[in-house]
Protein backbone atom coordinates (compact mmCIF):
# COMPACT_ATOMS: atom_id res chain seq x y z
CA UNK A 1 0.00 0.00 0.00
CA UNK A 2 1.09 3.63 -0.79
CA UNK A 3 -0.17 6.64 0.58
CA UNK A 4 0.02 10.23 -1.06
CA UNK A 5 -0.66 13.52 0.41
CA UNK A 6 -1.25 16.53 -1.75
CA UNK A 7 -0.82 19.70 0.22
CA UNK A 8 -1.90 22.02 -1.76
CA UNK A 9 -4.91 20.36 -2.47
CA UNK A 10 -5.61 18.62 1.04
CA UNK A 11 -6.15 14.99 -0.83
CA UNK A 12 -5.08 11.98 0.26
CA UNK A 13 -4.56 8.78 -1.51
CA UNK A 14 -4.53 5.59 -0.76
CA UNK A 15 -3.10 3.47 -3.29
CA UNK A 16 -3.64 -0.50 -2.51
CA UNK A 17 -2.11 -1.77 -5.70
CA UNK A 18 -0.77 -0.66 -9.33
CA UNK A 19 -3.35 -2.63 -11.95
CA UNK A 20 -5.03 -0.19 -14.37
CA UNK A 21 -8.19 2.23 -13.31
CA UNK A 22 -11.20 1.48 -14.59
CA UNK A 23 -13.65 3.73 -13.05
CA UNK A 24 -14.69 5.62 -9.77
CA UNK A 25 -17.48 5.45 -7.66
CA UNK A 26 -18.40 8.63 -4.91
CA UNK A 27 -19.04 6.76 -2.30
CA UNK A 28 -19.82 10.02 0.14
CA UNK A 29 -18.64 13.39 0.01
CA UNK A 30 -15.59 13.79 -0.73
CA UNK A 31 -14.70 10.35 -0.30
CA UNK A 32 -13.78 8.35 -3.99
CA UNK A 33 -13.39 4.66 -4.57
CA UNK A 34 -11.18 3.72 -7.79
CA UNK A 35 -11.62 0.28 -8.92
CA UNK A 36 -9.96 -1.82 -11.50
CA UNK A 37 -11.93 -3.88 -14.58
CA UNK A 38 -12.87 -6.58 -12.27
CA UNK A 39 -14.90 -4.35 -9.90
CA UNK A 40 -11.83 -4.11 -6.93
CA UNK A 41 -10.81 -1.25 -5.46
CA UNK A 42 -7.52 -0.39 -6.07
CA UNK A 43 -7.01 3.58 -4.16
CA UNK A 44 -9.95 5.49 -2.20
CA UNK A 45 -9.27 9.55 -2.51
CA UNK A 46 -9.76 11.56 0.65
CA UNK A 47 -10.72 15.30 -0.32
CA UNK A 48 -10.42 17.85 2.44
CA UNK A 49 -8.54 14.80 3.93
CA UNK A 50 -6.85 17.21 7.83
CA UNK A 51 -10.66 18.07 8.18
CA UNK A 52 -12.38 14.90 7.39
CA UNK A 53 -9.51 12.70 9.70
CA UNK A 54 -9.60 15.49 12.72
CA UNK A 55 -5.46 14.75 12.68
CA UNK A 56 -3.88 17.62 14.62
CA UNK A 57 -0.48 17.11 12.63
CA UNK A 58 -0.62 16.11 9.11
CA UNK A 59 2.96 15.24 9.57
CA UNK A 60 2.26 12.14 11.70
CA UNK A 61 0.37 10.59 8.85
CA UNK A 62 3.89 10.20 7.21
CA UNK A 63 6.18 8.83 10.58
CA UNK A 64 6.19 5.16 9.95
CA UNK A 65 4.90 2.73 7.24
CA UNK A 66 2.18 0.25 7.81
CA UNK A 67 2.05 -3.04 6.45
CA UNK A 68 -1.32 -3.46 4.85
CA UNK A 69 -3.27 -6.52 5.18
CA UNK A 70 -5.57 -7.60 1.99
CA UNK A 71 -8.14 -10.17 1.53
CA UNK A 72 -7.37 -12.69 -0.83
Do not use: C
Not at 1 to 17: P, Q, S, T, W
Not at 38 to 66: D, Q, T
Request: without cysteine; aromatic residues 12%.
Amino acid sequence: MRIHYDHREDALYLEFNNRPYAESDDVRDGVVFDYDKRGKIIGIEILNASRVLSVSSRSSWFKEEMPAHTAR
